[in-house]
């Protein structure tokens, strides 16, 4: 009787919310009996705290903080507070473990596992982005393992609520973030969801890059985008004072990067590398076709469209401090040639040391990405790794081995750093599909009987499932 009244209340708070929002989610996004209390059970964990919750139909959507240990290794040297959002749907789906390896988005959103699997979101704030940095700031407890220990410990907190099964996703250097937490807590999750996931294994060997921006695209495109790049370096004196006055109109100062026209040059350097990583083939009718005759605003708007005049200032660096220390601590970073620049370049293309304060320390750890990379190589379990055609950091990308254990590497035609699942040729793109749906334990019997027929289980949400590709500097994931 006691579930029979509990279950008719949640129904009759379901139907006043769907209501009150035009019943835009439908029955396949609609909140399950528990989602009542649901904030009462999660404020209850140890540590857990309430940042803000924000309504959603068919969800309840939380921003909240939980209090991690600055080194797991020594829990009681300190704790900092984690920031994470927790997007629930019902404690009867799976979970989706999600991080971008940056800051995390306080806005509702979902990922595409989440959306495939109709299920709850945890999205994790990856630590030393603020807010959730120490004070003052420990730098040699930023590593990828204390990282992983961060997912660990809220995964078991959480999983005593979510019982179901878990995956774990992320793009870019939230792709290598969900590699790396499988590698250290193999046991965690259910199935990893990899998309664009770099894999630097030997840092200072960056030929595989040349050799893709040698041969991407047409030879068209490339020539259009090597005449702008050119030209903005034979312009360097007059496009610089552009640079110097756009600097003083914004507040904007350069002491990380060291001077202006480092700064200059680090952006011009990106322009080719951050096209093919954000656009498609067909953008290439928006770069000027003949840059030697382009005027100084043509080229200038071309290079600020792509790489951004604003990245290398203070201001522009602050926020992937975090990320340029751990590229220059253990992820490494490319290094290409581009010979078609011929002397035209001063610096080359400058290292993570560059980017980060002088005042914090860094000393590179090779090995750990080779760990890395041959741990996948050999234990690869469960875990789907989607990459696009045109995008550079395939170049260099994991292996799931000779002979893996139901792990996948697939590639979207024609796609960028945006690539997924959904662009996947129709066969690779229903296999996955499929396997994401099984990992998850809820694939329909019609699926396990033909692969093929596997679909996302929930509806495209025109707000919740809006692609958004995370514009970082052009040569970082």
Same mark, same amino acid.
């Given at each position: ?82 920031? +994470? %959002?927790? $997007?629930? /749907?019902?404690?009867? =789906? ?5 991080? @971008?390896?940056?800051?995390?988005? &306080? ?47 809220? +995964? %078991?907190? $959480?999983? /005593?609520?979510?019982? =179901? ?5 992320? @793009?870019?250097?939230?792709?290598? &973030? ?56 034979? =312009? ?242």
């Amino acid at each position: 009787m006691r579930k029979a009244l509990r279950w008719l209340l949640a129904l009759v708070v379901l139907i006043g919310t769907l209501s009150a929002a035009g019943a835009s989610a439908g029955a396949a996004t609609a909140a399950g009996p528990d989602s009542t209390d649901i904030k009462a059970r999660i404020l209850a964990i140890p540590g857990m705290s309430l940042i803000d919750e924000k309504p959603y139909p068919g969800y309840r959507f939380f921003v909240l903080q939980y209090a991690q240990p600055i080194d797991h290794r020594h829990p009681s040297d300190g704790t900092f507070n984690q920031r +994470f %959002t927790l $997007l629930h /749907k019902d404690t009867s =789906r799976p979970t989706v473990f999600y991080t @971008g390896g940056y800051n995390v988005s &306080t806005t509702p959103s979902r990922t595409e596992p989440t959306r495939i699997v109709d299920g709850n979101q945890v999205s994790l704030e990856y630590r030393y982005f603020t807010p959730s940095r120490p004070q003052p700031a420990d730098w040699s407890k930023l590593d990828i393992w204390q990282a992983a220990s961060d997912q660990h410990r809220l +995964f %078991t907190a $959480l999983k /005593k609520i979510y019982t =179901r099964n878990w995956l774990t996703t992320g @793009g870019s250097k939230g792709g290598m &973030t969900a590699t790396y937490y499988e590698r250290y807590y193999p046991k965690d999750m259910d199935g990893v969801v990899a998309y664009v996931a770099p894999d630097d294994v030997v840092n200072n060997e960056d030929s595989a890059y040349d050799r893709f921006l040698s041969t991407v695209g047409t030879k068209e495109c490339r020539d259009r985008l090597e005449g702008v790049q050119r030209e903005a370096l034979i =312009r360097r004196g007059p496009l610089e004072k552009k640079y110097a006055q756009y600097a003083k109109d914004n507040g904007y100062t350069f002491s990380t990067v060291g001077s202006l026209d480092k700064a200059y040059e680090a952006v011009v350097l990106d322009y080719i590398w951050g096209f093919w990583q954000y656009s498609l083939l067909s953008d290439c009718d928006t770069v000027p076709a003949d840059a030697p005759h382009a005027t100084d605003q043509a080229i200038w708007d071309s290079v600020d469209t792509i790489s951004g005049f604003s990245f290398y200032t203070d201001q522009g660096l602050e926020a992937y401090t975090p990320y340029y220390y751990q590229a220059g601590t253990q992820l490494g970073s490319p290094d290409i040639q581009q010979s078609w620049l011929g002397k035209l370049s001063r610096y080359g293309y400058q290292p993570p040391r560059h980017f980060v304060p002088s005042s914090i320390p860094m000393r590179f750890q090779p090995g750990v990405m080779a760990d890395v990379d041959n741990w996948v190589k050999h234990h690869a379990d469960h875990m789907l790794y989607v990459y696009g055609q045109n995008d550079p950091w395939g170049a260099e990308r994991f292996s799931v081995g000779k002979h893996p254990h139901d792990s996948y590497v697939f590639t979207a035609p024609g796609m960028n750093h945006g690539a997924n699942v959904d662009g996947l040729a129709p066969a690779e793109k229903a296999q996955a599909t499929a396997r994401i749906l099984a990992w998850a334990g809820v694939a329909p019997a019609a699926v396990q009987a033909d692969p093929q027929r596997a679909r996302p289980l929930a509806p495209y949400d025109a707000t919740l499932d809006r692609k958004s590709l995370k514009r970082e500097r052009a040569m970082r994931p």
